[in-house]
């Protein structure tokens, strides 16, 4: 009888190394690109319930139905939990007339949990990836004929925000992101209205990012802009530095020289 | 002594031992003159001649930089200034240069009238406004005997064909006038809406589904047959009539509507033109379903048939009946049953 | 005075001269213009104000029309500002971008024009508020103050019409309202709405109608007016207020040539470098912000110029109040605040003088201004007329003031209803209370001279302060003031028993008066002012006689 001189675990072991090294070295070749739209894993979807029953239900009802102090999230989207949660505008303080933005209470991981969780309750709009935000093939001119027409009535020709009924408004989008404002479009958040891809299509909306960001450099070549808030402040201004120069100065020259 | 020089100390024009002849005012004599400094000392003198001349000198300065600044910098270039941000650098520059070059030409004219020519106060007498009596009886003599030698008085004939005459005279200058414009006719009852037109998204006049709006969503629209119209026309008319907004809301929450069937599973079309004066309205509010307009605030509920709520506006806003047609997309059942946009006298 | 011997003169200057005084003999009447004595008072500088902005316009707007399209006919736009590129406008709207981004100094000639046209009415209102104020508008310068109202409503819709002229987005909504409100107007206002745009809204004749209207007609017209107000000024010579020397027959200040070509000729140059430094500095009306008008687009926060700020507030505080009848509309809200409010408001602006003159009976010639506190009537009608304009006024920024204060426009709008009825009557009690206030205060400055904070103890105990008594300036700006006593309430029946026709309105003419002058203060009489002078030597010589305790107080 031949003596082997392997040991018995030795075929074991070398399968356990052939599928670390492959694995580690897969792992080193792909790190890097986040994959887009990975279907959400139970634990996440758990870890969201779970924010949302200590943070969110109280408003919102324990299966997410709403009640009357919130709305209910079936069908919202993934988008929507993005775009309040991660502006900070959710959860709210108390009710009031308008959801202010403010610093998240939420980090990052937390949010897509919420997100993934409210997701699994109803088809809504996904999170916008980053090629559906891409703005270099967006036409500027067509960004600025679209927001003047779906986006001024509210938001106003400069996008400083404009005042709607009983206390509530439409928020600046002068330090908005390209996220957020296409979140906001696809939601339709609060007040505003929603904006589906089918009507005004991701080329659309691209568009008006685009606008937006241009109308976010603040460039105004006549000068200081006054707020861009058109006639009332130049009025304002008028009386209270141009004519109360030249009132000064007409007092300048009535007054008696020593 | 001329009546323009006037000495301190004496008694002031107009009034007799010190009272104002007119108004039986006590009135004081004006006080002593106080000189300037640069009335006394020729080196304060001195000294504002130069601050005047270096205001002027300063100015052409400027000015002359305008022309640099003009030929030199481009319409186009935008720099950031401090506090007042980014900017045309030739509009600031051509402004300020030029700005303050004139300013400097009037603030030097001014400090040169308040410094150095004199700031004695003199006064001028008044001359009573009315004529005298004489002149008074000349001028109704003179217009007493005109008229008489135009007969215009007695001769009753000439006077009242000449009125008569001239009465006509404006008309053809108010005539001419009627092809300013149109009749009303029915233009204020009509729209582009009718039986099958389409609905299309303004501005890119794409064929809508039901299914691409989800429930909150808003569309700006127009019919389909606008685009070609504007082109013919030349002109932006119709579209002011024949906008309109499109939302969706749950059924369940519909309260009215201003026809029974006029809406398409929760979708309903209203016109886009306020029914106060005038202003397009998309400024819809997707929880309370009401229409405001930032023009006058005037507020409408498209959940209720787009009745108002708030503001000025005195009737609601008219809906147009829509349906799908056999493709699947949105078209109008037919057109408006009532006039879009403002009131006018005769709409009934 | 013996004649002096004139002989020709031999520089250019005086040759000139001499060659046009040949033709024209302007010698004697520029003689007594260079001469004419104006009076100095800051106030009466903001006629200048106005007078130079004018003049900037018409400069302005000249250069602006070499560049300027009025038309409609579309265009597609291809010129340096590239979030425009490629989009339709009117050639009015492109011109006038082009006029901003491709012609040098374009902007900036803009900007200096509707400055200039703020600076305008702005300056023209304020001229007229300190008018009615010192009662300038008396005999003899009524027909100047109709004038000058007329010159206000001009001006008002003169600039209107400008900032309409390049078909933007923001002041084509303003005449689409417009419109809409000509169309509400009874029995004619469609055909008036049909004939003025040459059919419907917007059409495409408007904006080549309005250019006319306003780079010749009301221009024209302004240009008319303005002369004739001036030459009324210079011809009635300045009001001005009471002081030491001025009387009712003469007028006190300084010459034309050369104190008052200089400071007048100076201010116009600081009121053109102001107006260009703003200009240059401060953005007004970024038409290509707001885009090219469509009738299917609007702008969150739609105001139109401060001035018409007004008519705005007016028509959204309005509630909505309409009848019809037999087939007939009749839109009350939007004829009352647009069309009833502002005519009434004008109308009695413009018949002010005669009211006025009817109530007090008053039919002298006055030269010299009233303070406002010695007119406390008529200066408590003017704060209350002007506080109802200011609340409509901020009530037409009602969104603007929603938004930057987070508060709700439909409270908003709510108290500014409540407040037109409320603040007025309110302004015009305190006005008239702080008025009267401040004539009791001079009668006791007049008798008792200033509070100068020192006290001293006299010998026997007593505690007095010192007062020093005012200044002859200050006394004769006092006794300046004019006592005009109420109407008598008129008999009515005469001696042989014939009832007086008019018994009924000099009635009330007599109740006008009387409340008009209701509580005015008198001015001291010669003997009151003699005791309070005697009093005052007293108290001044027993201060001196103690000489030695003398405390000071701050």
């Given at each position: 009888m031949a003596i082997s001189r392997?040991?018995?675990a030795a075929l074991f072991a070398v399968l356990v190394v052939g599928l670390a090294t492959t694995g580690v070295a897969y792992a080193a070749v792909t790190t890097g690109s986040t994959p887009q739209a990975v279907a959400p894993s139970q634990t996440q979807v758990q870890e969201g319930k779970e924010i949302f029953l200590q943070g969110?239900?109280?408003?919102?009802?324990l299966a997410a139905q709403g009640g009357s102090d919130g709305p209910s999230l079936i069908g919202v989207g993934a988008a929507a939990v993005d775009f309040q949660v991660g502006t900070g505008r959710m959860p709210m303080a108390g009710p009031g007339a308008q959801a202010m933005p403010k610093t998240p209470v939420y980090n990052e991981e937390q949010i897509a949990a919420l997100a993934a969780y409210v997701a699994s309750l109803g088809a809504g709009p996904a999170i916008p990836t980053e090629d559906q935000l891409k703005t270099n093939e967006a036409d500027l001119a067509i960004g600025g004929e679209l927001f003047r027409t779906n986006c001024a009535q509210c938001h106003s020709f400069s996008g400083r925000g404009g005042a709607l009924s009983e206390g509530r408004m439409a928020p600046s989008l002068m330090k908005s992101e390209a996220k957020r404002i296409y979140e906001a479009m696809i939601t339709g958040p609060q007040s505003m209205p929603v904006f589906s891809d089918k009507t005004i299509t991701p080329a659309d909306k691209q568009a008006i990012i685009k606008y937006i960001q241009e109308l976010q450099k603040q460039e105004n070549p006549g000068g200081f802009a006054l707020g861009r808030l058109g006639t009332v402040t130049e009025g304002l201004f008028l009386f209270v530095v141009g004519l109360g120069a030249l009132i000064g100065i007409a007092v300048w020259i009535g007054a008696k020289a020593k | 002594m001329s009546d323009l020089e006037h000495f301190h100390g004496e008694e002031p024009i107009g009034s007799v031992d010190g009272i104002d002849v007119v108004s039986g005012k006590q009135v004081f004599p004006m006080g002593p003159h106080e000189p300037r400094r640069a009335d006394i000392d020729p080196k304060a003198a001195k000294r504002a001649e130069r601050q005047v001349a270096t205001m002027f000198v300063l100015a052409t300065v400027l000015i002359l930089g305008f022309v640099v600044v003009y030929v030199k910098v481009p319409t186009t270039k935008l720099v950031a200034f401090p506090i007042v941000g980014t900017a045309s650098l030739s509009n600031v520059l051509l402004g300020t240069l030029f700005g303050l070059g004139m300013f400097l030409i009037g603030a030097g004219a001014i400090h040169w009238a308040k410094k150095l020519m004199p700031d004695v106060e003199v006064a001028e007498a008044r001359h009573e406004m009315r004529s005298t009596p004489t002149a008074r009886q000349e001028f109704a003599a003179a217009v007493k005997q005109g008229a008489a030698e135009s007969g215009f008085g007695e001769r009753k004939i000439i006077r009242r064909t000449l009125l008569g005459a001239l009465a006509l005279f404006p008309i053809p200058l108010v005539v001419i006038l009627r092809d300013l414009g149109p009749m009303p006719g029915t233009r204020l009852r009509t729209t582009l809406w009718g039986k099958g037109v389409h609905l299309v998204t303004d501005p890119t006049y794409r064929r809508i589904r039901p299914e691409d709006i989800p429930i909150g969503g808003l569309i700006n629209a127009v019919p389909e047959n606008l685009l070609h119209k504007e082109e013919e026309d030349g002109n932006l008319n119709e579209r002011g009539k024949a906008s309109i907004i499109i939302v969706r809301m749950d059924?369940?929450?519909?309260?009215?509507?201003?026809?029974?069937?006029?809406?398409y599973q929760g979708i309903v079309a209203y016109s886009k033109i306020c029914t106060h004066v005038g202003c397009p309205i998309s400024l819809y509010q997707q929880r309370t379903h009401h229409l405001l307009c930032p023009c006058h605030q005037s507020t409408f509920d498209l959940s209720d048939s787009g009745k108002v709520v708030f503001g000025p506006a005195a009737r609601r806003m008219p809906q147009l009946a829509i349906t799908v047609d056999a493709d699947g997309y949105l078209v109008a059942q037919q057109g408006f049953t009532e006039p879009v946009g403002p009131s006018f006298w005769e709409r009934g | 005075m013996s004649t002096t011997h004139y002989e020709d003169p031999t520089t250019v200057v005086g040759k000139a001269a001499t060659y046009v005084d040949d033709r024209l003999a302007p010698a004697g009447f520029m003689k007594r213009l260079l001469t004419k004595v104006f009076p100095d008072h800051w106030s009466f500088m903001l006629g200048e104000i106005a007078l130079y902005s004018f003049i900037i316009l018409l400069l302005s707007g000249t250069y602006l029309t070499l560049w300027f399209k009025p038309s409609m006919t579309e265009v597609i736009y291809n010129g340096s500002y590239l979030p425009l590129k490629g989009v339709k406008m009117s050639e009015a709207f492109s011109s006038t971008l082009n006029i901003s981004f491709d012609v040098r100094g374009g902007l900036l000639m803009r900007q200096i024009h509707h400055w200039a046209a703020l600076f305008f009415v702005a300056a023209v209102s304020v001229h007229l508020l300190r008018v009615f104020f010192t009662g300038a508008f008396r005999k003899p310068r009524e027909i100047n103050w109709v004038i000058g109202t007329g010159l206000l409503t001009l001006a008002i819709l003169e600039g209107f019409a400008g900032y309409s002229l390049p078909d933007d987005l923001l002041s084509g909504t303003g005449l689409r309202i417009a419109e809409g409100i000509m169309q509400a107007i009874p029995l004619v206002g469609t055909y008036v709405a049909m004939f003025l745009f040459g059919g419907e809204f917007p059409g495409t004749d408007f904006i080549s109608r309005l250019y006319s209207v306003h780079i010749l007609l009301i221009p024209g017209i302004l240009l008319g007016l303005v002369t004739a107000h001036l030459l009324m000024v210079v011809y009635q010579k300045h009001t001005q207020f009471p002081g030491p020397g001025r009387t009712e027959s003469n007028v006190v200040g300084y010459r034309l040539l050369p104190i008052y070509m200089a400071k007048a000729g100076g201010f116009f140059f600081v009121v053109f470098g102001i107006t260009t430094l703003i200009a240059g500095l401060v953005t007004i009306n970024p038409i290509w912000l707001y885009g090219p008008y469509t009738p299917s687009q609007i702008t969150a926060g739609s105001q139109p110029d401060w001035y018409i700020g007004w008519l705005d507030g007016a028509v959204r505080v309005t509630p909505n109040i309409e009848t019809s009848a037999f087939g007939h509309t009749i839109s009350w809200n939007i004829l009352i605040p647009a069309l009833i409010i502002p005519g009434i408001m004008f109308t009695a602006l413009g018949l002010y003088p005669w009211i006025e003159a009817w109530v007090t009976g008053d039919k002298r010639e006055h030269h010299l201004l009233d303070r406002p506190r010695n007119a406390p009537t008529r200066t408590a009608l003017g704060v209350m007329a002007l506080s109802f304009y200011l609340i409509l006024w901020i009530a037409g920024g009602n969104d603007i003031i929603a938004t930057s204060f987070n508060l709700s426009i439909n409270t908003l709008i709510w108290s500014f209803r409540i407040m037109l009825f409320v603040v007025p009557p309110i302004s015009f009690v305190i006005t008239k209370r702080i008025c009267l206030s401040l004539q009791r205060r001079d009668n006791d400055k007049l008798l008792h001279g200033y509070e100068t904070g020192r006290i001293l103890r006299l010998p026997h105990g007593e505690f007095i302060e010192i007062h020093e008594p005012i200044s002859v300036a200050e006394a004769a700006m006092i006794l300046g003031k004019s006592d005009v006593p109420a109407l008598a309430l008129p008999p009515v029946v005469d001696e042989q028993g014939v009832k007086n026709p008019k018994a009924r309105s000099s009635k009330v003419r007599a109740r006008l008066s009387s409340w008009y002058y209701s509580e005015n203060v008198p001015v001291p009489t010669a003997e009151e002012l003699q005791a309070a002078r005697e009093h005052q030597e007293h108290a001044l010589h027993a201060a001196g006689e103690a000489g030695a305790i003398e405390g000071s107080s701050h």
């Open positions: 392997r040991h018995p969110c239900s109280s408003c919102h009802g | 059924p369940a929450d519909i309260v009215s509507q201003q026809g029974a069937g006029w809406d | -």
